[in-house]
């Protein structure tokens, strides 16, 4: 039983060694967004302005998180402290005219309410993020609920 386990792992090693010398996939065959051979370093593009309007921007389907329509350059955003709840705090949001945090980030996951920021809610931009004014790396085809929604009303009022 040894011996075949033996001769059977070595048969899959030889075999491993023959697919590794086979030949190499080409550069040019590689569909990749560097725009540039794999063996050169391209120079990175500019860094992108970030978007700075303090605009709230329309959401593009339900639940999805706010995006944040200001610099977060240099917040503080760790264990001790959050930044961000400085204006989007309960008790801020009338001096810095932001809007409060979502009920939904001071709930559990049994959905109980607590008293202050969920420790799952803590960390804002896992979920937010600013926007940069920067072309698309790919084409957007994304169409709006709403818009799918008038779509097939027209199409259904025409027949």
Do not use: W
Not at 5 to 16: K, Q, R
Not at 71 to 88: A, E, I, P, R, W
Request: aromatic share 6%; with cysteine.
């Amino acid at each position: 039983m040894k011996t075949i386990m033996t001769i059977s792992a070595l048969a899959l090693l030889g075999m491993s060694f023959v697919s590794v010398a086979a030949e190499p996939v080409q550069d040019e065959k590689l569909a990749t967004l560097r725009q540039a051979p794999l063996n050169v370093e391209p120079k990175p593009p500019v860094m992108q302005k970030v978007v700075n309007s303090d605009k709230r921007q329309v959401r593009n389907y339900p639940m999805q998180p706010p995006v944040i329509p200001h610099k977060v350059d240099g917040y503080q955003l760790d264990l001790k402290v959050n930044k961000c709840m400085s204006c989007h705090a309960r008790g801020r949001i009338g001096d810095s005219q932001a809007p409060m945090v979502s009920v939904t980030h001071f709930m559990d996951r049994d959905n109980n309410f607590l008293a202050e920021l969920s420790p799952r809610r803590y960390f804002c931009l896992q979920c937010h993020v600013p926007q940069l004014d920067a072309k698309p790396l790919v084409e957007n085809e994304f169409v709006d609920l709403e818009h799918l929604l008038k779509a097939n009303a027209n199409t259904e009022g025409k027949h």
